[in-house]
């Protein structure tokens, strides 16, 4: 109601005043934490921090660009594109689908610029910037240039991993994890089942006797075993 009381060109102002306002925020919050994201960048361009398995992918593109004999150009492009937008990106704008970490709602368009920001930092384009530009080139148009230039020899300076050396160390990983990690194949059934089918026993079962396909299968009597004994099996624990 106040908005619509106002003439056209003083709520042009007012939008405009309310922009600068909501970016200059936005400085004042990155200045507060560039020192975290620049280390956070700083350690995903390691390349001696690399997993093993990230180094025997790129080693991979590597093999394939010899084999098949792909311009230098365009194998930086398949590097860039695995590393920065397939590996890293996703969890850095969404850190939960890996991590058990609660984000904000007012946290991921956050998270989401930082994402973009680190997009870039591995594109050849020019980096222009005017007032159209969106706010992660606005904020970051001073740091990505910097950025870049830590990239230059990144992949170049991967240690190389042969198929003896990485298979070796999955090997131990798995053996690792074996000796200290207590795995029960039962009670991962049981948490799926009750996840699943004991949640929904009633609606899968009237389902496959609707199903003309299942009923030469016997798709419900099977199901109905299966329940009777992971009932049967829940009662005696």
Not at 6 to 24: C, M, Q
Not at 46 to 66: A, T
Not at 212 to 236: A, G, R, T
């Amino acid at each position: 109601m106040f908005q619509s009381n106002i003439p056209d060109d003083v709520k042009s102002n007012r939008e405009v005043d309310y922009g600068d306002i909501f970016l200059n925020r936005l400085f004042h919050t990155k200045l507060l934490l560039v020192e975290y994201i620049d280390s956070t960048f700083e350690g995903l361009i390691d390349p001696p921090s690399l997993s093993i398995s990230i180094r025997y992918f790129l080693c991979m593109l590597d093999k394939f660009g010899k084999d098949y004999n792909i311009e230098p150009e365009v194998l930086e492009s398949w590097k860039n594109e695995c590393y920065a937008t397939r590996i890293w990106a996703p969890l850095i704008g969404k850190p939960d689908i890996l991590f058990d970490v609660n984000v904000p709602g007012h946290v991921r368009p956050c998270l989401d610029i930082l994402r973009q920001v680190f997009v870039e930092m591995f594109t050849q384009t020019a980096h222009k910037v005017n007032k159209e530009s969106p706010p992660q080139k606005l904020l970051f148009h001073k740091d990505i240039p910097r950025y870049r230039k830590l990239i230059g020899t990144f992949f170049i300076r991967v240690e190389p991993v042969n198929d003896q050396d990485f298979w070796s160390e999955i090997d131990e990983i798995s053996n690792r994890q074996n000796a200290t990690l207590n795995f029960s194949r039962q009670s991962t059934f049981h948490q799926l089942y009750n996840l699943f089918i004991g949640k929904y026993s009633s609606d899968i079962l009237d389902d496959l006797k609707d199903m003309e396909e299942s009923k030469d299968l016997q798709f419900v009597n099977k199901l109905k075993e299966v329940i009777d004994l992971m009932e049967e099996s829940s009662n005696e624990s």
